[in-house]
């Protein structure tokens, strides 16, 4: 049996405990029909990831989980991988060229992709270090990559399996489009904020007479695409010009008047300009009335097709237009104007609506299945109110634009024909045009969204396309544990994605977490300047502190304030447990992990309270109530096991009894352990290196039985008595504390109750804790009373001869304070239990254990009486 030192210290344990646990394999699994499958797939962090502190709370919940699942029984794997991360990795080595004094196009393509792959190889897997130090317990063989060569065979697969179905095309739509990272984006990469700006009210000439229609913008350099303006069919005030033209200002273009039912007439003057190239609204009434497309803006968002604007920044031509059109007499009015604006997610750039030729996924044939899987439970979203944000999205769901303008990522894999014009889209590398047989094609330079990729993990990662035992055991998977922000980016994704070629959902629960703010609730960001660095956190209180800190606060959906405060709580937590740890083995002098044949009162009571402690962390731990769970073995910990059971231990083990010491021995280590095994899957470093210094059966304590409710170890009966004689040592201590009376002084006690017997059997204890000189038990007052102080508790009162050494008014409003407390508590209460409509629908033990709180204020309230009584 090995010795613990005197302190914790994480840094000598946590590298050496981790090693320990790879040479073992322990993090490994493979199919077992004989076990039951239990499987999670990271969120794959992109490559060019840190660790933050959102990496950190979401790597513990799946930790924790996936822990806790293999130690009860379960075939538990938990596979691990990294995103390439298009956009971020491009413009990580596209910055380092620049450093060099060269650009990607002075690479060219095949040149600059393997530059990013050196940089992927060298820097790609430092997250996956960070991971590790935090106690990551991934199954790293299975480690993926999504550009490996498994999942590139996936993603083509995909791809061409959705185009050979219809489902995804080429062409031209409005999209949104970046002009700093020159790129496409998808409607979920763009984020909307409110921001003040302005209308434009525009005159525009009807031709051939002296009448103007007016028109608002918030983007008056898009007025040189218009090719409309559009009323309401409905709108009397218009009717004369529907078919007529206007002027367009400044470009002197003839644009149509139309109607259509888009216009809404009470808004603005009810006329609007129409540009098809430059509004999703817009290019869909274009669509209807067959109007012009005129692109006014190129990659970089500046004017082209614009007359003398062209060449102009957005911003700087938006300035010019303003001016010209004050100079000609036709900008009526700027009306302030707030309004959401689209931005860039990834570089907080502007986006622009642009048409573009572009592919893009037909959504519409995908969302349904992918919505009744929701509808019909074969996957819930915790918390349940998740659903309802899905399926609002699904329900409005556009197509959705998978072509990228960049060089790192998946190709997609389609060829045009330079003579003939087709698009070959093939598993494999063509070598001439399947419809002409002309060999002179050329691959389309986009790439595929990163999540185009992300979507296929659940099943990628177990090998499809083939079949193989991974994936028939594993798939679906149990449980996918992404914040709020990505479920439309990933989650719903992944869920049509599995339907459309698994046949099933890619996961049964979508456990939704929340982000983590700073300690005022702002986000992390470096403007802010509020970043905290997990590894910094590491390095001064411990991976376990850490990961409490981060589960402890966790409230499934909601946003979480990371206070650094609290992990130093969690540490002293951690020492509390080593020092309870150190005093268990400095009294033990057996090697077997075994209960005493005999059990005393105070053992039954430990044992009541370790068996409801794993019912309900087990029961929370299955509803995902992670924060729950680790409250309750917290206070198990610190307060029934550390500051009770312990001091309620050493009678015995210093009675001079060898038989009596041996029980107690035998009592704390069986405790221990299962407390060791029940906070493993929160704590495991600290967890591990416990048990490993105890006397043990197995190799690690990752890999015992998680520990399971046990009718035989549970004594409600003796443990409720024993809770009175807990109860009557509290409020003596209280009482003491109240009057500052120091443990040297030791008064003798009178005890009353209906029940002393519960009381006689506790002496040696109350003694000891309530720092008691003679303890009488009785059934009556004793008579003196007049020279006495009390307490209560709801089964006794316990008189004490300290009355010189308290102010009997003060102790006459202390006693009323608690009474008016107590008669409050039974008001509610007994309001609660008159209420039918609580009655008939709680469930019965809740209904049990609201009239035992009530018996119990009732009792107390007796008591408190009788105490006030005897001051008179």
Known sequence: MAELEKVYDPKKTEDRIYKMWLDGGYFHA??????????????????????????????????????????????????????????????????????????????????????????????????????????????????????????????????????????????????????????????????????????????????????????????????????????????ARYSHLIGKTVILPLMNREIPVIADEYVDREFGTGCVKITPCHDPNDFEVGNRHDLERILVMDNDAKIINGGKYDGLDRYDARRAIIEDLQALGQLVKIEEHTHSVGKCERCGTVVEPITSNQWFVKMQPLAEPAMDVVRDGRMKFVPERFAKTYMNWMENVRDWCVSRQLWWGHQIPAWHCEKCGHITVARDDPDKCEKCGSADIKRDPDVLDTWFSSALWPFSVFGWPDRTPELDFWYPTTVVTPGYEIIFFWVARMIFSGMEFMGDVPFRTAFIHGIVRDDKGRKMSKSLGNGIDPQDIIDQYGADALRMNMISGNSPGSDMRFYPERCEAMRNFANKIWNAARFVMMNLTTDKNELPAALEPEDKWILSRLAAATREISENLDKYELGLASAKIYDFIWDDFCDWYIELSKPRLNSGDADAAASAQKMLLYVLTEILKLLHPFMPFITEEIWQALPHEGDALMIQTYPEYTAALDFPREAADFERVMAAIRAVRARRAEMSVPPSKRPSLTIVSDNPEIFEAGLVYIARLAYAGDVIVSRSAPADTDSMVSAATDSARIYMPLRELVDTEKERARITKELEKARADLERLESKLSNAEFTAKAPERVVAAERERADKARALIANLEASLKGLD
């Open 30 to 235: 493979e199919p077992d029909s004989s076990k039951l499958p239990f499987s999670i797939v990271i969120p794959p962090p992109n490559v060019t990831g840190q660790l933050h502190l959102g990496h950190a709370l979401d790597n513990t919940i799946q930790d924790v989980l996936t822990r806790y699942k293999r130690m009860r029984g379960y075939a538990a794997v938990w596979v691990p991988g990294t995103d390439h991360a298009g956009i971020a990795t491009q413009a990580r080595v596209e910055k380092e060229l620049r450093g060099e004094g060269v650009s990607r196009h002075d690479l060219g393509r095949e040149a600059f992709v393997e530059r990013v792959w050196e940089w992927k190889t060298e820097y790609g897997g430092r997250i996956i270090e960070q991971l590790k130090l935090l106690g990551s317990s991934c199954d790293w063989e299975r480690e993926r990559f999504t550009m490996d060569e498994g999942c590139s065979r996936a993603v083509r697969e995909f791809f061409v399996s959705l185009y050979e179905k219809g489902l995804i095309y080429k062409g031209e739509r409005i999209i949104n489009w970046c002009p700093r990272c020159v790129t496409a984006l998808s409607d979920v990469e763009v984020e909307h904020e409110e921001q003040a700006g302005h209308f434009w009210h525009i005159k525009y000439r009807v031709t051939n007479s002296d009448e103007f229609v007016v028109v608002a913008t918030t983007r008056p350099e898009t007025m040189l695409g218009d090719t409309a303006v559009a009323v309401h069919p409905d709108d």
